[in-house]
């Protein structure tokens, strides 16, 4: 009998999602790049915790959460001093991709389908992305960036990355042949940069940024 048409598709991303994060690992270890603290050490804001907070509140809103299991997460949220300490409290309230606060900044592979990171998401200071015949988008306009110089590592073979970025990001694009900026110049010394360093076949990076502002006279 012959196999559904397309049904062929998941299996092999995964397989390719697989070979990608062994292949990004080999070269991480390769480039010998030393691992800082990871997401779950970062210190929690105040905004971090109110985002917990607000999710608790309308679960006890709704009836999903009883007056006195809210108060004792509620002493959690406003006690916590990591991120870490946050991110488990409202997995079971919200499926994954709806958590207030995701943690899950490993590698980004979008092989034969669209994959996208968005909301408040961890960037780590090294961030490997894979793109073969699909589409990775980065929203970082919500995103804490474990350092003020992010490295992507994208390989693109027939995919495209797009990037996000809230204003006074500066975001270069550094091949073998050249280094290529892509957003305007930062006014700011110091603004935070993201290097993207693309291994690539027919791939493509787009950047999106807020509209310069209008000079008032």
């Known amino acids: 009998m012959n196999e559904r048409q397309g049904a062929w598709l998941p299996r092999l991303s995964e397989v390719g999602e697989r070979l990608a994060e062994e292949w990004h690992a080999a070269r991480k270890a390769r480039s010998g790049t030393p691992a800082g603290p990871g997401p779950r050490d970062m210190r929690a804001s105040d905004a971090d915790r109110e985002r917990i907070a607000e ?9 999903r959460l009883g007056m006195e299991e809210f108060e004792d997460r509620l002493t959690v949220v406003y006690q916590a001093r990591t991120l870490g ?4 409290i409202t997995a079971d309230l919200l499926p994954p991709d709806q958590q207030p606060l ?8 979008a092989i034969f389908k669209k994959e996208h990171r ?5 960037v ?6 894979t793109a073969m015949f699909g589409t990775t988008t980065l929203d ?5 960036m474990q350092s003020r110089h992010v490295v992507i590592n994208a390989t693109l073979v027939f995919g495209g990355l797009e990037i996000h970025v809230p204003e006074g990001v500066e975001v270069i694009r550094v091949s073998k042949e050249k280094t290529v900026r892509l957003t305007r110049r930062p006014t700011e010394p110091g603004s935070p940069l993201i290097e993207v360093r693309t291994s690539n076949f027919l791939g493509e990076v787009k950047v999106k940024e807020p509209p310069k502002r209008r000079r008032k006279w």
């Open 118 to 122: 968005d909301g408040r998401w961890v």
């Open 124 to 129: 780590p200071s090294e961030l490997p992305v």
């Open 55 to 63: 999710v608790l509140r309308e679960a006890v809103a709704d009836g």
């Open 85 to 88: 300490d946050l991110a488990n």
């Open 102 to 109: 995701r943690l899950d900044g490993g590698q980004v592979s």
């Open 140 to 144: 970082l306009r919500d995103a804490i």
